[in-house]
């Protein structure tokens, strides 16, 4: 799929300190040397906000509005592959 086909991606997920950094990082590295035009995002920080309302519904809300233009300028500018990562939490 080298700079060609349509855009793919990934979504790693686990609690935090699970290893989902390092597993992007790895995904990244076998498709540079592959030549697989790619990015990497932390999703977390399309939706770290505070405004006393809203909860969990309003961050996925934000989550999504941030992320539809990043992806389409990735594309844009060439990337094929995605691989995104977001933390979970544990059940309570």
Excluded at 25 to 36: F, H, N, P, Q, S
Excluded at 51 to 69: I, K
Aim: charged share 15%; with cysteine; glycine share 14%.
């Amino acid at each position: 799929m080298p700079g060609g086909g349509e855009p793919q991606g990934v979504l790693i997920s686990g609690v935090f300190g699970s290893g989902k950094s390092s597993v992007a990082v790895e995904i990244a590295d076998v498709l540079e040397k592959r030549g697989v035009p790619y990015a990497v995002l932390d999703l977390d920080f399309l939706a770290w906000f505070h405004t006393g309302s809203g909860g969990e519904t309003a961050e996925h809300r934000m989550r999504l509005t941030n992320l539809v233009p990043i992806v389409g300028n990735y594309i844009a500018a060439g990337v094929r592959f995605l691989a995104a990562s977001k933390p979970t939490f544990p059940c309570r």
